[in-house]
Structures are given as C-alpha cells and as structure tokens.
C-alpha cells in the first residue's frame, strides 16, 4: 500500500501568516492527491482534489500544488477558522491512503 | 443539497456482527460510488471500503478485508457496511462518504455524512 507521510506534525503559526503543509508518498501517485480539512467535531471537508484544484466553495486562499510523490498545500494567510487539522489522500491506487494529518493551531 | 446520514452504531463485544447504514439523498444516488472512512478516537483517517455506481466492484481495506461487506440499494439511496467479527481495534466513528465523480470508483470525497460511534469493547 501507499504510505503518505505528512509534516510538520503540528504547525503553530498566527492570523495572517503563511501555512506550508507537505506530504510525501512512498510511490508516485501521479496527481491523483486530495487535501481535507477537519474541525473538532465535525466531518472531514474536501479542500483540494487532483493536487491542485480547489473544491466547491473553498477559498482562494488555499492551493494545492505537486505531482509525482511531493505535494504541498498553501494557505496564502491564515484566517481564525483555517485553524484545523489537514490530511492528505491518495486515489492512485487501492487501498486508498490517508496521510496522519497536519496540525494547524494558534500561535 | 447532498446529505448523508449514519446510523447503526453502537456498544458491542469483540466477536459479535454490526451492520452500519447510510441514508443519502440530494443527488443522483446511482451515478456515485460511495465510500466509508473511519477515524478512531483522536486518530487520524482511515479508509475502510468503497462500492461502485451498481455494487458490481467492492474495496476493502487490508485491515477489514474478509471480516467487512459494503453493499448498496440504489432504489433505496443506501449504502450498509456489514461488519462481522469485530475486534477492539475497530472502534471508531464511522463516516459515509461520496464519490466527487459520476462514475468514478477511486475519488476524493466531496460529502461525508456526521458519522456513526461504533464500540467494541469487552
């Protein structure tokens, strides 16, 4: 199976500043990589598909970008409710795979 | 509006079965395959089995496969997640989720339902 392994494990920064969150494969997966989000208490949210295109209603602010086995989300400037965890996902190959998640929390 | 509604959860014994059920509506239920995720308490995400448009193709994780069925009713917008011999490590809450695709078997998930609590435990 594919393994993604996702850093930082937590990513402690303040609103307005810049969030660079990474994820690695242990194989190619071409750019068949999703990003969610996922607020305490509720279910995930579907951030970026396909690397790098946004979803339904997802800010400008969040880009995907990558391809191949490094993938990176952006978000441009952090607002209050970016304040989450974030998993990467692979749809290359079966199983699919989720990354452990990043950690984005209020410095 | 898609909207997809667990149910089924509960407390139960290492060993004993537990059928989970999601209700979906707002979209054309059979144009979608449709999935379930787990996530165990203050874990990460974990994808369980993913069913295709007609139920012709099933996935299953390493960790459930031969011990868990998914199957849908497309007259009925449902799709169950048969769970037989249970074991601790299955506990966690349950998520319903939909294909972003029509047609497309392997895909992000766009919609996820609140999630179902299912407990094992001796």
């Known amino acids: 199976e594919i393994v993604l392994t996702q850093s930082p494990a937590t990513l402690s920064l303040s609103p307005g500043e810049r969030a660079t969150l990474s994820c690695r494969t242990s194989?190619?997966?071409?750019?068949?990589l999703a990003w969610y989000q996922q607020k305490p208490g509720q279910a995930p949210r579907l951030i970026i598909y396909d690397a790098s295109n946004r979803a339904t209603g997802i800010p400008a602010r969040f880009s995907g970008s990558g391809s191949g086995a490094d993938f990176t989300l952006t978000i441009s400037s952090l607002e209050p409710e970016d304040f989450a965890v974030y998993y990467c996902q692979q749809r290359t190959t079966w199983p699919l795979t989720f990354g452990g998640g990043t950690k984005v929390e209020i410095k | 509006e898609v909207q997809l509604l667990e149910s089924g959860g509960g407390l139960v014994q290492p060993g004993v079965s537990l059928r989970l059920s999601c209700a979906a509506s707002g979209f054309t239920f059979s144009s979608y395959a449709m999935s379930w995720v787990r996530q165990a308490p203050g874990k990460g995400l974990e994808w369980v089995s993913s069913i295709s448009l007609t139920g012709g193709r099933t996935y299953y994780g390493n960790s459930v496969q031969g011990r868990f069925t998914i199957s849908r009713d497309n007259s009925r917008n449902t799709v169950d997640l048969q769970m037989d011999s249970l074991r601790v490590e299955d506990t966690a809450l349950y998520y319903c989720?939909?294909?972003?695709?029509?047609?497309?078997?392997?895909?992000?998930?766009?919609?996820w339902g609140p999630g179902t609590m299912v407990t094992v435990s001796s």
């Open positions: 194989q190619s997966v071409s750019s068949h």
């Open positions: 989720a939909k294909g972003r695709r029509i047609g497309w078997s392997d895909d992000a998930f766009d919609s």
